[in-house]
């Protein structure tokens, strides 16, 4: 009888590993001690391919899988996927981003990853999921927030004929959205903004991405981020106090966010800007 892996549980250990609401991160490398034989994962989970030759039996996947590959497994997989061992680089490295019963069930009323394992075939899949993993393996405060975004994000790249960004004019709800994030200092949270729009929070995620070109939380942070490179160039207000009113939880923080969008710290910004 195969193994049955819990949520969130794979074989060989994590570099590093968070928990949000409904889903589990983990940067991991495989365990080459073991013979990986037939198990079950009993809830749905994202494989991405960092490095290494892996080995899936999920539908359109190539016999061999290299990095970037996304592979897609429902709830209840039974397979033998794993990376191959027995040649050059074959150790590896991969991203799993496993999902819990609620978003699935909520992607699944949307007609999404209802067949089978599969490869994920959307090109903007493996972005989102390099970005994911960004966010997991330099986790701050408002982390979480970013990181829901973006796994919601990854579930709506399992609809194939997805458009790319700026595809059509956004539906009025969708600029409504918008211009909320603009207005907000504090994220006012997917279920809500969802639940506002009248539209699932999966829905909302992906027609986001496809109009905006990111998910409504990695969006929100770039507006306040932006906000704050012009308090730094226009004003003389402290750092610490521009971070507070961009909205985020302390200065750190703000610095090593302001650092990953504009290359340099606010401080190095603010003389090279004068």
């Known amino acids: 009888m195969p193994t049955a892996l819990e949520f969130g549980q794979f074989f060989g250990p994590a570099d590093c590993r968070h928990v949000i609401p409904g889903f589990v991160l983990a940067d991991r490398r495989p365990d080459t001690s073991l013979i990986i034989e037939p198990h079950t994962h009993e809830e749905a989970h994202f494989v991405v391919v960092l490095a290494g030759s892996y080995l899936s039996s999920a539908r359109g996947a190539p016999p061999v899988c290299g990095a970037s590959t996304v592979i897609f497994n429902p709830p209840g997989t039974t397979h033998r996927d794993r990376f191959a061992v027995d040649r050059p680089g074959g150790t590896g490295r991969f991203f799993a981003v496993s999902v819990g019963a609620a978003p699935m069930a909520r992607a699944t009323d949307l007609g999404l990853g209802r067949d089978g394992p599969c490869l994920v075939r959307s090109a903007n899949a493996a972005a989102t999921a390099h970005r994911l993993r960004g966010e997991c393996r330099h986790w701050h405060a408002g982390s979480a927030l970013v990181a829901e975004g973006l796994c919601l994000a990854l579930l709506g790249h399992l609809d194939e004929r997805e458009d790319g960004p700026g595809a059509g004019r956004p539906p009025a709800w969708l600029l409504r959205v918008r211009d909320h994030l603009h207005a907000s200092a504090a994220f006012p949270g997917l279920g809500r903004l969802a639940a506002d729009a009248g ?33 730094l160039r226009v004003s003389d207000r402290p750092v610490a106090a521009i971070a507070v009113g961009a909205g985020f939880a302390d200065q750190s923080h703000f610095t090593r966010a302001f650092r990953r969008r504009f290359g340099r710290p606010p401080g190095a910004h603010r003389r090279a800007s004068a």
């Open 199 to 231: 539209v699932h929070p999966i829905s909302l995620t992906r027609a986001f991405r496809r109009h905006f070109g990111a998910p409504p939380t990695e969006y929100h942070r770039n507006v306040r981020l932006a906000e704050a490179e012009r308090q």
